[in-house]
């Protein structure tokens, strides 16, 4: 998909200042080579000239509050900045939690 979207850019600028004659060869050639129906080669050398504006998508809403992430940054930051697989390890091998009754 990504050599017919390739092949269609190079192609869409020529088959944009071409006349009716040329057109006809052009979609014949891209039809040969990609394998699509002229309509949707057609479309394809349209929309291939059109730039599409791209939005930022919206920031995630942070998964733990700030006190977490603050004492986790500490424990990190006392277990010689180990990995999250470590960092957990650690943890989940002290605390009360873990403790023998």
């Not at 998909?1 to 020529?14: I, L, N, Q």
């Not at 977490?68 to 002290?94: K, P």
């Amino acid at each position: 998909m990504s050599e017919r979207r390739a092949v269609t850019k190079t192609t869409a600028a020529r088959y944009a200042q071409s006349d009716r004659a040329a057109k006809k060869t052009i979609l014949d050639e891209l039809c040969a080579l990609t394998g699509w129906h002229r309509d949707h080669a057609r479309k394809a050398l349209r929309q291939a000239l059109v730039l599409k504006q791209v939005k930022p998508r919206p920031p995630r809403p942070p998964l733990y509050p700030e006190p977490v992430i603050e004492a986790l940054r500490f424990c990190w930051a006392v277990q010689g900045t180990a990995c999250g697989r470590l960092l957990a390890a650690a943890l989940a091998g002290s605390g009360p939690a873990s403790a023998p009754v």
